[in-house]
């Protein structure tokens, strides 16, 4: 496997990644911003516009009574998308799997 080209590397949406995974876990109590900006090296405006960003997409929700972040709903969607398509996925291999090992 090559290495990824680094010209396609974006500091700014490597940070919004990295704040996906901070956030995660965090589903209940949330991070404050200045948790997320501390954890991430970096000021507190670039937090307050990725949080928008993330936001925008339904990856990220503020708690009304706290002011703190947790993941949004759209990540709990992607799980469990993928989760769907494994089983399916494991439901046909146990079909293949049954018609090769069958005995005649």
Same mark, same amino acid.
Do not use: C, H
């Given at each position: 496997? !090559? &290495?990824?080209?680094?010209? $396609? =590397?974006? @500091? @700014?949406?490597?940070?919004?990644? /990295? @704040? =996906?995974?901070?956030? &995660?876990?965090?589903?209940?109590?949330? #991070?404050?911003?200045?948790?997320?900006?501390?954890?991430? /090296? +970096?000021?507190?405006?670039?937090? +307050?516009?990725?949080?928008?960003?993330? /936001?925008?997409?339904?990856?990220?929700?503020? #708690?009304?009574? !706290?002011?703190?972040?947790?993941?949004?709903?759209?990540?709990?969607? =992607?799980?469990?998308?993928?989760?769907?398509?494994?089983? +399916?996925? &494991?439901?046909?291999?146990?079909? =293949? *799997?049954? *018609? $090769? !090992?069958?005995?005649?």
């Amino acid at each position: 496997m !090559t &290495a990824p080209n680094q010209n $396609y =590397i974006n @500091a @700014a949406q490597q940070r919004l990644l /990295k @704040a =996906i995974v901070l956030l &995660a876990g965090n589903e209940f109590a949330g #991070l404050a911003p200045s948790d997320l900006a501390k954890a991430l /090296k +970096t000021n507190p405006s670039n937090v +307050t516009r990725d949080l928008a960003n993330l /936001k925008e997409a339904g990856l990220a929700e503020q #708690l009304p009574d !706290t002011g703190r972040w947790r993941l949004g709903p759209k990540v709990v969607q =992607i799980a469990v998308a993928f989760s769907a398509q494994l089983a +399916t996925s &494991a439901d046909r291999l146990d079909e =293949i *799997r049954q *018609r $090769y !090992t069958r005995q005649p």
